[in-house]
């Protein structure tokens, strides 16, 4: 994607997480922040703004100021992708929306990421991933079966939302080789949180059955959850009677394999609350690294439950090369993540870490061929603002 220009005006995560994967993948993405700087600069000790902006050059403007708009209608015309993730309606009362970008650029494929779409009674609604997973069900159906609803841990809905949104964008740009037009592609929290659902859906709409809070089980199989061994927990998977039969061999269980209550898949998701407390009896003469050991010999599904320091130290992780360090002047040195895709045995490079506030101000109107002058005329009034402005 060498070749292909990103005009970056979203924020938070869902946004820059898609515009991160298409500079990963080679593309030139320009973001836009205001003059405070993308509200998750500061989140989590600046992690999240570390993660999700490298690779991206950064520019500070005023968009309440006019000529501010004219330097993203240069970036429009110039580009192939906006990316916006304002509520819905904003960018056009900027002057700056779908209509005005593709009489600038008729290719230009112009991309928006909101909490509930473009159109709906929920339209101008604030919506969070955490609000997708309250409506999507998903919260509803995660967490202890005697406790509250609980939120899935990590952003996963926004990162969802910006993964469709790259797809979106791939597709519009095969489909513009061939018609030479640009489109409008638009991508919400809550319909990518109800498309992960789509398994439970299907079985409420042929049993009327809703899903519920199992813990960190999974409804179709049993035993297949996390469990306390001696020290720590390890999660068990045991989702074919090969697999049965060798955990009940490994735990010393094997008057298990007989019995009733267990002696088919069906049964043992019945009695599941039973198998669970022999199994965790069974576990704690056990170590986890003794129960990890034993079952991967028998290729029965396993993993010690790991903290992030102990998965950033995995000889396995360490060898595949997911990981890299990368120093920034701001927070010092980074270990990040490649995007996960392995072409002809390579990950995409990190090649620059998430940008300053107004780093590359100068440098793209300088690109957009703005005299001295009149860049001296956008950055007296504050329309664009450089690094050391911003400090």
Known sequence: M???KVVDLSHALAGPFCTMLLADMGAEVIKIEHPHGDHFRAAISGGYNAAVNRNKRGICLDLKQDAAKEVVRRLIKRG????????????????????????????????????????????????????????????????????????IGPSLIDIGAGMYT??????????RERTGQGQRIEVSLLETALSWMAPFIARYSISGELPGRIGSALAAFSPYQV??????????????????????????LEHLIDDPRFSSMENRIDNRSELNELIEKALTELTADEVVTKLRKARVACS?????AESLEDPHIKERGLLTELNHPEYGPIIQTRTPIVRSGKMPEIRSGAPLLG?????????????????????????????????
């Not at 790259?166 to 489909?175: F, P, R, S, T």
């Not at 010690?304 to 992030?308: A, F, I, K, N, Q």
Request: glycine share 10%.
């Open 304 to 308: 010690p439950v790991m903290t992030l």
């Open 227 to 252: 469990y306390k061994a001696k020290d720590k927990y390890v999660f068990i998977g045991a989702s074919t009677e090969l697999s049965w039969v060798a955990l009940c061999e490994i735990l010393n």
């Open 80 to 151: 192939d992708v906006v990316m916006e993730s304002f509520t819905p309606g904003t960018i056009d009362r900027l002057g700056l929306g779908y209509e005005v970008a593709k009489e600038i650029n008729p290719g230009i494929i112009f991309c928006s990421i909101s909490g509930f779409g473009q159109t709906g009674p929920y339209r101008n609604l604030p919506g969070y991933d955490v609000i997708a997973q309250a409506m999507s069900g998903i919260i509803m159906c995660t967490g202890q079966p005697d406790g509250p609803p609980v939120r």
């Open 2 to 4: 060498q070749n292909i």
């Open 359 to 391: 780093q590359h101000t100068l440098e793209v109107l300088t690109m957009l061929e703005y005299s001295e002058s009149e860049i001296e005329d956008l950055i007296s009034p504050g329309a664009a603002i450089t690094f050391k402005d911003s400090n």
């Open 166 to 175: 790259v797809i979106g964008i791939l597709q519009a740009l095969m489909e």
